[in-house]
């Protein structure tokens, strides 16, 4: 089967302009997650969604994130304005609502704040 | 909350056996995961556990004590390309999201 598929791979960009990137998850995976991982820390939760719904996201910085998933398919995370702390990998997965299964991740995307 | 702990790294010789402690904190106990995570790529799934007791996959095994709170991941027979970041990751009541320790850095020598 396919895997995670995200875009783009690297993007550099200027403290304060916007950004945005793309997840399409596994065919018929309900359950999409955005996970910042920041160099030499584990992945942390931003948005998890159901479906087309939002289930949890008590983690996300609502003043300058946002995240939409589109039909309940692809996702997309966006950065307005973008701070330097911004500055990490940032992983889309994808699971089956059956719980047991582990989360396929996608390679991410290295975002670079300067 | 969730409290997840894991050393921050080891080093190994090839062929040897190394052995990743987990010890996690957590509201409500679903599940417990380990992912292996190559430098600047993704994490992948490495093993589950739900019950007390080890699972063994190959040369990696996984092993969960619900009642201390502890996990472990056992690696046998060593090679150059088990050097990695281990994570250790947690799900709490139903069907909540994972929540990840910051990862144990494997190196493995000759």
């Known amino acids: 089967e396919a895997g995670v598929a995200q875009s783009p791979r690297y993007k550099i960009i200027e403290k304060r302009q916007s950004v945005a990137f793309w997840c399409n998850p596994i065919?018929?995976?309900?359950?999409l997650y955005w996970y910042q991982q920041i160099l030499g820390q584990g992945p942390k939760l931003l948005i998890q969604?159901?479906?087309?719904?939002?289930?949890?996201d008590s983690q996300l910085p609502k003043d300058r994130f946002s995240a939409e998933r589109l039909k309940g398919v692809d996702s997309t995370l966006k950065i307005q304005p973008a701070k330097l702390e911004d500055s990490a990998v940032y992983l889309c997965?994808?699971?089956?609502?059956?719980?047991?299964?582990?989360?396929?991740f996608g390679s991410g995307t290295r975002l670079t704040v300067v | 909350g969730q409290n997840i702990d894991q050393p921050t790294e080891m080093t190994a010789t090839e062929g040897a056996i190394v052995q990743i402690n987990c010890t996690y904190q957590?509201?409500?106990?679903?599940?417990l995961f380990w992912y292996q995570q190559h430098a600047g790529e993704a994490p992948t799934f490495l093993s589950y556990?739900?019950?007390?007791g080890l699972e063994e996959k190959g040369r990696f095994s996984s092993f969960l004590s619900r009642s201390k709170g502890y996990s472990y991941l056992l690696l046998k027979e060593l090679q150059m390309k088990d050097s990695a970041s281990y994570l250790c990751?947690?799900?709490?009541?139903?069907?909540?999201?994972?929540?990840f320790g910051k990862g144990t850095r494997l190196s493995v020598i000759a």
């Open positions: 556990n739900v019950l007390d």
């Open positions: 969604f159901q479906n087309n719904g939002v289930v949890d």
């Open positions: 957590t509201s409500g106990f679903n599940g």
């Open positions: 065919s018929g995976h309900a359950t």
């Open positions: 990751a947690v799900r709490g009541s139903g069907n909540t999201p994972l929540v």
């Open positions: 997965a994808s699971s089956p609502i059956s719980i047991g299964y582990g989360y396929t």
